[in-house]
T-cell receptor, first 115, second 111 residues
Framework: KAGVTQTPRYLIKTRGQQVTLSCSPISGHRSVSWYQQTPGQGLQFLFEYFSETQRNKGNFPGRFSGRQFSNSRSEMNVSTLELGDSALYLC??????????????FGPGTRLTVL | KQEVTQIPAALSVPEGENLVLNCSFTDSAIYNLQWFRQDPGKGLTSLLLIQSSQREQTSGRLNASLDKSSGRSTLYIAASQPGDSATYLCAVMSGTYKYIFGTGTRLKVLA
């Protein structure tokens, strides 16, 4: 079974631009979560989607948004980029109906650098 | 508000040693706890998942325990190898669909 895939793997943007990151979950997984990882703040939860609905959201400004499509693929968008948005963005998928309930499997991440 | 702490922040041991990594959480009302490893610049690899009703899980040389009442989990690594060098993260699912991560323990196993 293919793992979680994220595209692109690396991105360089300038302040004020916007960016869209993509995540394809493991086949059959319907829950997708997004996290931001920085050296100073560690791993922080952004939001979680299930069946195209956002079920939970972390404490991030409205510049961070996401969506999920009917095939469970998810995108997150960051508008008006700031230097502090430079981070590794990780996507995780899980199968709520699996016996291991809520075990999360992570993708390789997208490294975003804002100049 | 759930807070997750991992001690020590960094650890360096000679190859072959058995070691214990610690994870503490402030709110015992958790659904599950998951241990991950992360290699530099990479994503997270799931190691073990412990449901709130379980006390421990084992996979190969790894054993994770959970004591909800005291808000603690430990990850035991037997006979450590240089390939075990990585950052180890614990995460608790507390509240709905949201994992709270610890700050990690950076492990270095010396050959």
């Amino acid at each position: 079974k293919a793992g979680v895939t994220q595209t692109p793997r690396y991105l360089i943007k300038t302040r004020g631009q916007q960016v869209t990151l993509s995540c394809s979950p493991i086949s059959g997984h319907r829950s997708v979560s997004w996290y931001q990882q920085t050296p100073g703040q560690g791993l922080q939860f952004l939001f979680e989607y299930f069946s195209e609905t956002q079920r939970n959201k972390g404490n991030f400004p409205g510049r961070f948004s996401g969506r999920q499509f009917s095939n469970s693929r998810s995108e997150m968008n960051v508008s008006t980029l700031e230097l502090g948005d430079s981070a590794l963005y990780l996507c995780a998928s899980s199968s709520i109906n699996s016996g291991k309930g809520n075990e999360q499997f992570f993708g390789p991440g997208t490294r975003l650098t804002v100049l | 508000k759930q807070e997750v702490t991992q001690i020590p922040a960094a650890l360096s041991v000679p190859e072959g040693e058995n070691l214990v990594l610690n994870c503490s959480f402030t709110d015992s009302a958790i659904y599950n706890l998951q241990w991950f490893r992360q290699d530099p610049g990479k994503g997270l690899t799931s190691l073990l998942l412990i449901q709130s009703s379980q006390r421990e899980q084992t996979s190969g040389r790894l054993n994770a325990s959970l004591d909800k009442s005291s808000g603690r989990s430990t990850l035991y690594i037997a006979a450590s190898q240089p390939g075990d060098s990585a950052t180890y993260l614990c995460a608790v699912m507390s509240g709905t669909y949201k994992y709270i991560f610890g700050t990690g323990t950076r492990l270095k196993v010396l050959a």
